[in-house]
């Protein structure tokens, strides 16, 4: 007993330092906008069990002190009420910047501000990196990345798209912890949100990203986060986008009205998508939209919309899997016969999407071959009976679903987030069969 008391009161008297745990994790947790009973939690952490004064100080000169005139005023007001509550019960001194800066919020807003309306913030996620993890020599990684976004508290403004979701922080802690997977790649978000792993995809140095949303509303701040963020948008198709290093695309593009022939323009090695799997009604076309994207495509007209998709000739019908340079790197490369494609859709009557057997001719490689794209999607199962709709909606359209959660687990690079529950999310490998 004697030991514990006496590491509480070294923890309790040690300098906090905004920059290393625990004092990290709280600036960290409270630039989040982490739900005020979790920062008295870590607050407690950072006291020994107690907010004690030298507590109330780091928070006031690292949080609240640095937050006041930048907005988030309903925030720091819930915090600061039930900061002052958390120290006055434990019957020790509250600061009297602490007191007064909550008498001015009393007075000068109304409780109910933060209810009303479509209220926006601006979140800070910070990806905190433990040490020794150096990523690879092409994309080193930081200490700390920290990523400032535009969001709404109203979880379904933007047709859900303007809220930060667990799975979206689980998909850019994906894209954080595997570099290598996404480095000099051409990605492709399906339903971007917020923009969180298009940013995260342009820090690993992604060759290509490209993000898409249906809602208007979504993409507008989606395009405000990624100028927070220092990169520049645009909304042309790649091949005519500037080769500008921090160029995004940012795509308007409603899964119900896409076109084979829209969507054969990005021809990307990587799709990802965070949460997609939730609406019954709108997984019909998800799936022929992801199997388009991953080459396996059924011949139907260039700009027919997918929900009127017709059966035909697979893609890949006359394509086998090979080794480059006899070695197995573990994904599957794809060589094609254009010819033998070309006479094939000529006997049976069906289109061949000749510029992308072209693309695969003359790929990366001097071979011409090109790896199989493959999909990453993350995504909390709220609903058995939906996810079960979408793995039979994948058999029919030739896809491989692989649930890789245990075998490809990101490092937790949001330690901090006690609101966040990584045990609630799965990660599945979608590829062509």
């Known amino acids: 007993m004697a030991k514990i008391l006496n590491s509480a009161a070294a923890m309790a008297n040690s300098k906090l330092d905004p920059t290393v745990p625990p004092g990290l994790h709280l600036v960290s947790a409270f630039l989040a906008m982490e739900p005020t009973d979790s920062l008295i939690s870590i607050a407690r952490a950072c006291g020994g069990g107690l907010v004690t004064e030298r507590v109330q100080r780091f928070i006031w000169d690292y949080c609240i002190g640095e937050a006041i005139g930048k907005g988030n005023a309903p925030y ?13 019960s434990s019957h020790s001194t509250v600061l009297d910047e602490l007191y007064e800066q909550y008498g001015y919020y009393m007075t000068s807003l ?35 990345l920290m990523v400032p976004l535009h969001c709404s ?31 000099r790649k051409s990605c492709f978000e399906v339903g971007s949100g917020v923009g969180l792993v298009g940013i995260c995809l342009y820090h690993v140095k992604a060759s290509k990203v490209i993000l898409s949303d249906g809602d ?19 909304t042309g198709m790649p091949e005519r ?13 409603p899964w119900e009205s896409a076109t084979k022939n829209e969507l054969q323009e990005f021809m990307p090695d990587i799709v ?5 799997i939730y609406d019954p009604s709108c997984l019909p076309y998800l799936v022929q939209l992801l199997a388009i994207l991953l080459n396996i495509k059924k011949a139907c007209s260039e700009s027919q919309p997918l929900k009127n998709s017709c059966q035909g000739l697979l893609i890949h019908s006359n394509c ?17 016969d254009l010819d033998g494609l070309k006479s094939k859709a000529d006997q049976i009557g069906c289109e061949v999407d000749v510029p992308l057997v072209e693309r695969l ?33 994948a058999e029919l359209a030739d896809l491989a679903v692989t649930d890789i959660t245990e075998t490809l687990r990101p490092l937790e690079l949001l330690p901090y987030m006690q609101s966040y529950d990584r045990s609630s999310i799965r990660m599945f490998n979608v590829t062509g069969k």
């Open 241 to 253: 986008s500037s080769q500008d290093l921090n160029m995004v695309n940012c795509i308007h593009l």
């Open 320 to 336: 086998i899997d090979i080794k480059v340079n006899g070695t197995d790197d573990g994904e599957a490369h794809t060589a094609c």
């Open 110 to 144: 109304k409780d109910d501000i933060s209810g009303k309306g479509n209220t926006r913030v601006c979140k800070c996620i910070s990806f905190l990196f433990p040490d020794g993890c150096s990523g690879s020599p092409s994309c080193p990684m930081p200490r700390k």
């Open 361 to 393: 001719e003359n790929g990366s490689s001097k071979d011409g071959l090109k790896k199989a794209p493959v999909a990453y999607i993350a995504a909390v199962i709220r609903n058995i009976e939906t996810f079960s709709y979408f793995l039979q909606l």
């Open 216 to 234: 208007l509303s979504t993409l507008a701040n989606m395009k405000l986060n990624l100028e927070l963020n220092q990169l520049r948008t645009d």
């Open 153 to 183: 508290l109203n979880m379904l403004e933007g047709d859900t798209g303007c809220a930060v979701w667990p799975a979206s922080l689980y998909l850019s802690e994906f894209v954080l912890s595997f570099p290598n997977i996404f480095f």
């Open 76 to 88: 720091l007001k819930n915090f600061l009420k039930k900061l002052i509550f958390e120290i006055e």
């Open 272 to 276: 990802l998508g965070a949460d997609i």
